[in-house]
């Protein structure tokens, strides 16, 4: 846990209530955008009988995709618990109890207890921590084929919307930053443990990238 964000932060950010609206929403809608993108940058026969490893995957909509497109099992982690009803409540809508494992814990710090897998997603996380290096390492040294990771793309107004955001918490007194890491950082720590970018979507706001295991 880092200086700056708390457990009572988490919590208050990524609470029952948000956890319940994700639902809502996934259920009407189905993934947002930017989980979209980061699913269709699976190629089909690398999701079939494949592992899936997901750090802050919230309610698990993508973990629920990925299992009806071929993933066998999937493993979640989460900071905060909040999220644990509303996701356990999609896997049985879904039938798909008992193919998820949920984890709670500081990945960064304590990853060496979960195994790798063969697809990992940082879907909107790595804002959300302080120590980039040390949570993209972590993630990257876990996938066996595939890393796929969305972040702030780090452009002028995405870096002004952040910077607002963290003001506004700053008044409110509540201990959450949100972090505008800078993109090629974010993209050469994975590299450093032997993955290529195979795809890079800038977007608007969230860009998406997908990286491979060298020889895959």
């Known amino acids: ?24 929403r996934y259920r009407r809608r189905g993934l947002d955008s930017t989980a979209r993108r980061t ?27 990925l299992l009806k497109a071929g993933v066998t ?6 900071m905060t618990p909040t999220y644990q009803a509303a996701a356990d409540e999609l896997l049985r ?3 798909l109890e008992g193919r998820v494992e949920r984890r709670l814990m500081d990945f960064a710090r304590s990853g060496n207890l979960v195994p790798a897998a063969d697809l990992v997603i940082l879907n909107r ?8 290096p040390k949570l993209v390492n972590a993630a990257a040294e876990h996938t066996t084929h595939v890393l796929v990771m969305s972040f702030p ?11 607002l955001n963290n003001f506004a918490l ?3 007194r509540r201990r959450f930053h949100v972090f505008a890491h800078r993109p090629d950082a974010i993209v050469a720590a994975a590299e ?3 993955l290529e970018v195979a795809a890079n979507h800038p977007g608007v706001f969230w860009q998406v990238v997908a990286l491979r295991r060298l020889g895959d």
């Open 1 to 24: 846990m880092t200086d700056c964000c708390s457990p009572a932060g988490y919590r208050w950010i990524f609470s029952e209530r948000h956890a319940r609206r994700e639902a809502r």
């Open 153 to 163: 793309n780090g452009r002028w107004w995405t870096r002004l919307a952040l910077a």
């Open 73 to 78: 099992r999937a493993v979640g982690i989460e």
């Open 192 to 194: 450093e443990t032997g």
């Open 170 to 172: 700053w008044l409110i």
């Open 125 to 132: 996380v790595i804002c959300c921590y302080a120590d980039m």
């Open 93 to 95: 809508a879904a039938g």
């Open 39 to 65: 699913a269709q940058l699976l190629e089909p026969n690398a999701i079939r009988g494949a592992t899936l490893l997901e750090v802050g995957g919230g309610v698990g909509a993508l973990q629920v995709e």
